[in-house]
């Protein structure tokens, strides 16, 4: 029996990662907050305790009833190495398919929790200009001593809630149909100066937006979607930088691709975070960002025209503060 130990501590070293290694996939405190709401994943936890144990507990019976059969060391030692192997593929099966489905158990959870956070966000940012535009059209009926310059400034207030309204709904109607996009993209020559310059015009003065990129620089894409991509990023910009500060559009022209930049002035993202901000319903939850109204949508939006235009985006940190989102399509 010492014997057997001896040789094979390879086995039950590896034995011991490959538990340790499953400890850390379980991640250990998130599987408390879980057990309190799912009897299910409890119930899976507990059949591979089970199985594995019971898998021990027979390894133990096949040793002793071979010490009964056979006393010779060089047979018993034979037997073990076999149910040694035997039982390291039974436990290496075990243990993977257990790490696959506690992996997709969290990433639907996961998934789940954006999804309630975006239905929330969602709520939230059709109930806003909804509730300013019935106020301001109360206002409108109910006084009557109302001047000019008044009636005028509630109308424009309505018109304006309205566009965010209609915004929201047009990103919804976007995101729903992303598979479909392909299918539906028309290519033609685009100026991406004159594209830049109409979504600017329509982006309002809170900033101080600049295109710097050459006016003869065409690239041959979907009008209707780089435009769509353009005001996501415009309004992801104008959303977390301070009023008044400079967002700059530039751009690099090669023989072989062409580089658009989008600078701001922001609060920066962290690099953790640089490539989950492409994710579906993803948003970033600290103190700068948590009281800016979104819902996650716009820059996922974005990676997935960049895509479509079989190009890439990438995020890095602007100098002394703020975002720098590097777009690279190929000519």
């Not at 995020?315 to 399509?329: A, E, L």
């Amino acid at each position: 029996m010492r014997a057997f130990f001896c040789e094979n501590k390879y086995f039950f070293n590896f034995f011991k990662l490959l538990l340790i290694q499953l400890l850390y996939q379980l991640n250990l405190y998130d599987f408390k907050m879980v057990m309190k709401n799912n009897k299910t994943i409890l119930i899976f936890y507990f059949l591979i305790a089970y199985v594995i144990l019971q898998f021990i507990w027979w390894g133990y019976h096949i040793y002793s009833l071979t010490g009964q059969l056979n006393n010779s060391e060089a047979y018993i030692d034979s037997r073990l190495k076999m149910i040694a192997g035997e039982g390291t593929v039974f436990i290496i099966i075990i243990c993977l398919g257990a790490i696959y489905v506690i992996r997709s158990f969290y990433k639907d959870i996961n998934l789940s929790k954006k999804e309630k956070n975006f239905a929330l966000s969602v709520t939230h940012e059709l109930k806003t200009p909804i509730a300013s535009s019935k106020l301001f059209a109360e206002t409108l009926l109910q006084r009557e001593d109302l001047s000019k310059s008044q009636v005028k400034t509630s109308l424009e207030k309505i018109i304006y809630e309205q566009n965010r309204l209609n915004e929201l709904v047009e990103k919804i109607l976007l995101v729903s149909t992303i598979d479909e996009m392909k299918n539906d993209i028309h290519i033609k020559p685009i100026s991406f100066y004159n594209i830049l310059n109409q979504v600017i015009e329509e982006g309002g003065n809170s900033h101080k937006i600049s295109n710097k990129i050459p006016d003869d620089i065409v690239f041959n894409g979907d009008d209707f979607y780089l435009i769509s991509l353009f005001q996501n990023l415009l309004d992801n910009a104008k959303k977390y930088s301070p009023k008044d500060s400079e967002i700059n559009f530039y751009a690099e022209n090669h023989p072989t691709k062409i580089i658009i930049y989008i600078s701001d002035q922001g609060v920066g993202i962290k690099d953790g975070e640089k490539l989950k901000i492409f994710d579906r319903f993803y948003r970033i939850e600290d103190e700068d960002t948590r009281s800016s109204k979104g819902t996650g949508l716009g820059l996922f939006l974005v990676n997935q025209i960049v895509k479509m235009h079989g190009g890439k985006i990438a995020c890095k940190d602007n100098i002394p503060n703020g975002c720098i989102f590097q777009i690279q399509f190929k000519k």
